[in-house]
């Protein structure tokens, strides 16, 4: 076991401190994380060695057959690269339990060693900076089985009622090469991709994009699917079955016209027809916040699998079983919406199409998607109702660890999901920290479409925070991102003939944290400005303590009220 001391992570927060004035979590991060161990593989998948940096990945053309009875894959894939640095040896990735039969380029055969999951290509000549290459990985072998998917990734073998297989992939945090080599590592995406999977004669094999074509391979059916935009890795997939097909059009605010396609076992087609004409008032939602849905070319699929779900682009997993809510309940019993629809969908915006370049950095995928959820309700039913949507979430935020992981490790191994709904609870905190709803849905709306079909960082969204609003926020990421615990609003109450008099501060782990507050009568919330460890004053004119409140339905703190000369 390789203990590493977080230099990568250091590396980071060090720029953050560089960049944004105040944002000092380095110590922070490093405490938390210090005791934890990782390994040569995890830097291996984690790290952007030179090996990686060197090259960048904007075309793959993957080829599989699917042997079903012995759960068996072979194939290849061409890598088309561009060349960014002088190199002899490039970085590629394929689990261990998956051989390599052979690497070429053109006529020529390769030499490779293999280390883990990952494997090394050596050139006989150096590959100058600013050509174009192109390689092919052979391949072949029993691709892992999901213990418990999707959290768990992996091939899925399953059967439907009628004894028919059924077969998916999920494998986002594992990795895409668990079942095909590539360049695993968010940070870079291919400009376009086709999918070739060929499967036993009779089944339907349902992959990202657009189906170009099908061609008979031997006793298989041959199926090829082109990506036309840039996808992350780990949403390539594959879904085979004895799919029913059936398809509607969402029409958007410009008039453009959307092909909605839906892939689902034939004795679900009557049910899913009913219940999925909700991805109309989704996709509505989704563009009144963002704009259209970011995949247009390639059209929008839902594809009914044996596993919950996953936000496979163009190709959406879904595994919900036609109900309300998360498998009928986590969400307010009044409501009547699809939890996977709404939330594999809007991973489609924060995900798929807005990416984070490290999985440390996945509440850009999960948080943004979680609030997404919200706006859902904002948008289908209420105001009101999104609060109340929002706070039946928040017993699931535990409060254990800080919302950004380690860097450059690969980090995935999270206690619990506070990525998704603490980072959700900052955004709805930010949304009323801003104070202006005109302005924050013009954030919004500018950050995702200047940050579509791209990578971003965590500093990337918060120096568009700051220059946007012209407040500097850095220190309320910097509380909410970077250490597990809530601020805490401590305030004493004192009645006065004129009112009610507060005197309020923060009380968290940075220093200067200035979030302001909404507090007093809830019918007319008064703002004030808090600060760490400064006890400030306010009179609330004609309030009653028994009528006092702090706000905490729109921001993320816990309240603390203290006796009036206590002070700690």
């Known amino acids: 076991m390789i203990h590493i001391r977080f230099r990568a992570l250091l590396r980071y927060f060090w720029l953050l401190c560089l960049i944004l004035p105040g944002f000092t979590a380095i110590h922070a991060q490093t405490d938390f994380y210090n005791t934890y161990s990782f390994t ?67 006529d020529k055969k390769l030499d490779f060693q293999r280390r883990g999951d990952a494997f090394f290509v050596q050139f006989e000549n150096t590959q100058p900076k600013g050509s174009t290459g192109q390689l092919r990985v052979y391949y072949f072998g029993a ?34 090469s668990l079942w095909w080599p590539n360049k695993d590592h968010l940070s870079d995406e291919p400009d376009s991709m086709s999918i070739r999977i060929s499967v036993p004669a009779g089944l339907t094999c349902i992959a990202n994009g657009n189906l170009r074509q099908t061609i008979p391979d031997g006793n298989m059916q041959r199926f090829d699917w082109f990506v036309s935009y840039p996808i992350n890795n780990y949403n390539v997939t594959l879904n085979i079955a004895k799919y029913a097909h059936f398809q509607d059009v969402y029409q958007a605010k410009d008039g ?14 009557d049910k899913a027809a009913s219940h999925f004409k909700q991805v109309q008032r989704v996709l509505a939602a989704f563009e009144h916040y963002f704009g ?11 594809v009914e699998t044996p596993y919950l779900g996953m936000e496979h682009q163009s190709a959406i997993a879904y595994g919900n079983q036609y109900m309300r809510g998360y498998l009928g309940g986590m969400i307010p019993p009044d409501m009547d919406w699809d939890y996977i629809i709404v939330h594999e969908t809007g991973h489609e915006y924060f995900g798929n199409s807005v990416s984070c370049n490290d999985i440390a950095e996945m509440w850009i995928h999960e948080s943004f998607t979680t609030y997404m959820e919200a706006l859902y309700v904002e948008y289908a039913y209420s105001y009101a ?33 506070d990525h998704y709904y603490k980072g959700a609870w900052m955004l709805h905190s930010l949304r009323h920290a801003i104070g202006n709803d005109e302005q924050w849905w013009a954030l919004l709306k500018e950050f995702y479409s200047r940050s579509s079909y791209s990578n971003i960082t965590t500093i990337d969204f918060i120096t568009f925070v700051n220059n946007f609003t012209g407040t500097n926020f850095s220190s309320f990421f910097e ?62 004119e004609g309030l009653k303590i028994k009528d006092f409140r702090v706000a905490t339905e729109l921001f993320y703190v816990k309240k603390q009220e203290l006796k009036p000369g206590k002070s700690n």
């Open 40 to 106: 040569q593989a995890d830097t291996l998948r984690g790290m952007l060695r030179p090996e990686r940096t060197c090259y960048d990945v904007y075309y793959y053309d993957l080829f599989v057959r699917v042997k079903v009875d012995r759960q068996w894959i072979e194939g290849y894939v061409d890598i088309y690269y561009k060349v960014l640095a002088d190199f002899s040896t490039l970085q590629l990735d394929l689990y261990a339990n998956m051989a390599i039969e052979k690497v070429t380029a053109g």
């Open 143 to 176: 691709p892992r089985v999901a213990k418990n998917p999707p959290w768990d990734g992996g091939f899925v073998w399953s059967q439907d009622d009628k004894g028919n297989p059924w077969v998916g992939v999920a494998c986002e945090g594992d990795g895409a």
């Open 256 to 269: 453009g016209k959307l092909a909605l396609d839906y892939y689902v076992l034939a004795y679900n087609k």
């Open 292 to 302: 259209k849905y970011p995949f247009w070319r390639d059209g929008l699929a839902l």
């Open 385 to 417: 109702d999104a609060i109340r949507y929002l706070n039946s979430q928040r017993p699931f935020i535990r409060n254990q660890e800080p919302i950004l992981g380690p860097m450059g490790v690969n980090f995935d191994n999270w206690q619990g999901s």
């Open 479 to 540: 509380q909410y991102l970077t250490y597990p615990d809530m601020p805490v609003f401590q305030y004493q109450l004192q009645q006065k003939d004129e009112g009610l008099k507060l005197r309020y501060r923060w009380k968290c782990d940075v220093p200067g944290f200035d979030m302001p507050m909404l507090v007093g009568d809830p019918t007319r919330y008064t703002r004030i400005q808090p600060i760490t460890g400064e006890w400030r004053e306010v009179v609330l």
